[in-house]
């Protein structure tokens, strides 16, 4: 009976603590934090780590990748210049070539047309020289019989009337000569 | 005022629901949060995503925040255990069958209180020696003459009290939450019970505040939880930065 009422009264106030109760909450508590010290928080930890790592892996990565395409985009933009720089240069040696062969061709064609005019020249010249020579042997002939038909029989000696005429003839000649000169 | 023990049935000091709650809660918090930790993926599941959410909370929005620098890690766990342990512990109070907030009894209030009172002690003396009971009782740039009044307002505020609200805070606001929905619902009972029917019609008033009641009682839970987790983060940076101070 005393036994209860000690009871009810250590019961009635509540900020008494009940002994066990505490002891449950203390051992409880314990174990907990060792749950959470050994092997929640690590875990946590070691997540958020590795998605720290993972993002700035994944930064990393993508500035390399920026990096790269901005260096082959500077290597295409030399490829292009460059292109474009030998292009330019086939372009002036064609021209240059072009020229070069235009001005050959002029020339050979100068050269081709002089010599044909030489050889005319010289054909002129020999058939020329060929009709003075036949003329002058005609000539000759048909003067002297002309005159001796004129003057007379007398004048068939053959030897003296050819010297009278190459006489004549090149007394033309040189008067000729004069003439032209 | 307290049920009788479940082991053995009807004494008052043996094995008792308050102490089974309390042993449930450790196996429900475990539980969950190996399981969410468990898979450890970079891309979250759903139950992976709630455990981050509710230890960053903790690690973040409570260690971090207060105590701050490189060392807030090391409270971390202490903090977190705190938190979980008093949530899951207030929150029974809201879950019908179970209905019994573990800290409105006083005894699991004063070992946490105490364990927390036991640290931040021991982490000022580690850090500033014997000279740390100097830095946290003499507040620089006071008046010589207003010390006699100042040093022991400080002991009394810092060492004595200190721990009392620490505990009585948890305790008194889980014990009266407790008590005003058993109250409520026993009002209830009585009025319905009642042969006047005018009598009987009030009984829908108790029970919409009742309703309202328990919906504060479940946000104090919650909030309390916080508060405590809060307010040990705050003696630890108290003690970790005392010559600051």
């Given at each position: 009976?005393?036994?209860?009422?000690?009871?009810?009264?250590?019961?009635?106030?509540?900020?008494?603590?009940?002994?066990?109760?505490?002891?449950?909450?203390?051992?409880?508590?314990?174990?907990?934090?060792?749950?959470?010290?050994?092997?929640?928080?690590?875990?946590?930890?070691?997540?958020?780590?590795?998605?720290?790592?993972?993002?700035?892996?994944?930064?990393?990565?993508?500035?390399?990748?920026?990096?790269?395409?901005?260096?082959?985009?500077?290597?295409?933009?030399?490829?292009?210049?460059?292109?474009?720089?030998?292009?330019?240069?086939?372009?002036?040696?064609?021209?240059?070539?072009?020229?070069?062969?235009?001005?050959?061709?002029?020339?050979?064609?100068?050269?081709?047309?002089?010599?044909?005019?030489?050889?005319?020249?010289?054909?002129?010249?020999?058939?020329?020289?060929?009709?003075?020579?036949?003329?002058?042997?005609?000539?000759?002939?048909?003067?002297?019989?002309?005159?001796?038909?004129?003057?007379?029989?007398?004048?068939?000696?053959?030897?003296?009337?050819?010297?009278?005429?190459?006489?004549?003839?090149?007394?033309?000649?040189?008067?000729?000569?004069?003439?032209?000169? | 005022?307290?049920l009788?023990?479940i082991?053995?049935?009807?004494?008052?000091?043996?094995?008792?629901k308050q102490?089974l709650l309390?042993?449930l809660s450790?196996?429900i918090?475990?539980?969950?949060?190996?399981?969410?930790?468990?898979?450890?993926?970079?891309?979250?599941?759903?139950?992976?995503?709630?455990?981050?959410?509710?230890?960053?909370?903790?690690?973040?929005?409570?260690?971090?925040?207060?105590?701050?620098?490189?060392?807030?890690?090391?409270?971390?766990?202490?903090?977190?255990?705190?938190?979980?342990?008093?949530?899951v512990?207030?929150i029974y109070g809201a879950i019908p069958v179970l209905q019994l907030p573990s800290?409105?009894?006083?005894?699991?209030?004063?070992?946490?209180?105490?364990?927390?009172?036991?640290?931040?002690?021991?982490?000022?003396?580690?850090?500033?020696?014997?000279?740390?009971?100097?830095?946290?009782?003499?507040?620089?740039?006071?008046?010589?003459?207003?010390?006699?009044?100042?040093?022991?307002?400080?002991?009394?505020?810092?060492?004595?009290?200190?721990?009392?609200?620490?505990?009585?805070?948890?305790?008194?606001?889980?014990?009266?939450?407790h008590?005003?929905v058993m109250?409520?619902g026993?009002?209830?009972?009585?009025?319905?019970?009642?042969?006047?029917?005018?009598?009987?019609?009030?009984?829908?008033?108790?029970?919409?505040?009742?309703?309202?009641?328990y919906?504060?009682?479940?946000?104090?839970?919650?909030?309390?939880?916080?508060?405590?987790?809060?307010?040990?983060?705050?003696?630890?940076?108290?003690?970790?930065?005392?010559?600051?101070?």
């Amino acid at each position: 009976m005393n036994q209860v009422i000690i009871s009810a009264a250590t019961e009635a106030n509540p900020l008494v603590p009940n002994v066990w109760e505490m002891g449950v909450v203390l051992v409880g508590f314990a174990v907990l934090m060792f749950i959470v010290v050994k092997f929640i928080v690590p875990m946590f930890e070691k997540t958020f780590a590795e998605r720290a790592e993972a993002i700035e892996g994944g930064i990393a990565k993508a500035e390399k990748a920026q990096a790269e395409a901005s260096a082959a985009l500077e290597e295409y933009k030399q490829q292009l210049t460059d292109a474009r720089a030998e292009a330019n240069r086939i372009r002036e040696e064609a021209r240059a070539e072009g020229a070069q062969i235009l001005a050959d061709l002029k020339e050979k064609a100068a050269a081709e047309s002089a010599r044909i005019t030489a050889q005319a020249h010289v054909q002129i010249e020999s058939e020329r020289q060929a009709a003075v020579v036949s003329l002058r042997s005609e000539v000759g002939t048909l003067a002297t019989t002309l005159a001796g038909r004129i003057v007379g029989e007398a004048l068939n000696d053959d030897e003296r009337s050819a010297r009278v005429v190459d006489r004549f003839l090149a007394d033309l000649e040189n008067q000729n000569a004069g003439a032209a000169k | 005022m307290h049920l009788p023990a479940i082991l053995p049935w009807g004494v008052a000091d043996g094995f008792s629901k308050q102490m089974l709650l309390v042993i449930l809660s450790v196996v429900i918090i475990a539980t969950f949060f190996l399981l969410a930790a468990r898979k450890q993926q970079l891309v979250p599941g759903k139950l992976q995503f709630a455990g981050e959410m509710a230890y960053g909370f903790v690690r973040n929005s409570i260690a971090k925040d207060i105590i701050g620098g490189k060392d807030f890690m090391k409270y971390v766990p202490l903090l977190f255990s705190l938190f979980f342990f008093i949530l899951v512990n207030n929150i029974y109070g809201a879950i019908p069958v179970l209905q019994l907030p573990s800290f409105s009894h006083v005894g699991g209030a004063y070992v946490l209180a105490g364990i927390v009172y036991v640290t931040w002690i021991a982490i000022g003396i580690r850090k500033n020696g014997l000279k740390y009971f100097k830095l946290a009782t003499v507040p620089s740039g006071v008046p010589v003459y207003i010390l006699p009044l100042i040093i022991p307002i400080e002991i009394i505020s810092n060492f004595l009290v200190r721990p009392v609200t620490h505990s009585l805070r948890l305790f008194a606001t889980m014990l009266a939450g407790h008590l005003i929905v058993m109250i409520a619902g026993s009002g209830i009972e009585f009025l319905i019970m009642q042969e006047n029917i005018l009598l009987k019609g009030t009984s829908l008033l108790v029970l919409g505040g009742a309703i309202a009641m328990y919906m504060l009682e479940a946000l104090i839970m919650a909030l309390q939880a916080y508060v405590f987790t809060l307010l040990t983060a705050i003696y630890i940076e108290g003690a970790l930065h005392a010559d600051s101070h």
